[in-house]
């Protein structure tokens, strides 16, 4: 009977890792200078990458290296976090179970991504602009010298928005995934993150990244397709109008060049009654971005917070439903070796 227990106790370990990892992301997020796995990984990309670009070789050659380039980052992450696990579980149980959910938790950006929305707010809600402006730069790739109070509202909004989704579900979506399978969480989530911060740095379509980066971009695009679309249709259901919400995604989201960030941000938009997309600069650059959901309401901090709180509330009924497909599993296991 113990040794039926101590099976099922070890069977539902992948449930109580999502949940302290979630609850560690939560409670902690990434305090400000400490050691990060994307820190890691965003080095051996740039190192990498740099390494290619100078060489000036042929755009048949660097489409190649960044093949290598991209299923080098993202098998060696997942390989390196499972490397990890293990290390630390030969050590001690609690040591491996320690260190499976710290670096399981900074796969996930929940209270960072609310951390910055705050950060670029506080200085809005007194009038200082100038300090909003420069805040802001720090999360977004827009130039952001000039922008008034209502484009920097909707700066935070569609980075909230399209953060969402590859900051926070899309590594809750593979965590849960890696849960159901033998490797665990943590090497699944970091293979997905180290995707998502190679499609960040080099997964342009300008110079001087074109060539090299355009694998990790298309990879990235394809792994993020699924968790985006379960995104949109549980911030639907959390509307508590589905049908509005998917009827404004399917008119709005398909003009979107990103064949996710569009669907993102436009859920949100349909679900709070704004609209984000409208005209951007890019280093000096205008980009005009397709207008996403109807302007029933202005863009407003409390519009923002929102936003924040439909997230949470989708990562909370994703956790559960993955918690609870653990603990089934779990006990069907259970079952089965009593009967034996």
Known sequence: ????????????????????????????????????????????????????????LPPLVERGLGVILGLGVIVGSG???????????????????????????????????????????MPLEVGDLSRARERLALYVGRDTATLNEAEIRRAVLETVSENATDGVLAPLFYALVGALLPVGSVPVALAYKAASTLDSMVGYREAPYTYVGWFSARLEDGLTWLPCRLTVLTIALLSGRPRHVLRLCRRDAPADPSPNAGWSECAYAAALGVQMGGQNTYRGQ????????????PITGDRILAALALTRRAALLWLALGVTLLALRAWLQLRSTSVI
């Not at 491996?96 to 707010?121: K, Q, T, W």
């Not at 005009?288 to 309401?297: I, S």
């Open 1 to 56: 009977m113990m040794s039926a227990l101590w099976f099922s106790a070890l069977e539902f370990q992948p449930g109580l890792v999502l949940v302290l990892a979630a609850g560690l992301d939560r409670l902690v997020g990434d305090p400000w200078g400490w050691p990060h796995p994307v820190q890691v990984i965003g080095w051996a990309i740039s190192r990498a990458s740099k390494g290619v670009l100078c060489l000036k």
């Open 79 to 121: 390989l390196a976090g499972w490397s990890i696990m293990r290390l630390a579980q030969g050590l001690h149980p609690a040591v491996g179970l320690g260190i499976e959910v710290i670096l399981l938790a900074s796969c996930f950006a929940g209270r960072s991504l609310r951390r910055a929305a705050e950060d670029v707010l």
């Open 286 to 297: 205008v980009k005009e971005k397709p207008l996403l959901g109807d302007a029933v309401v």
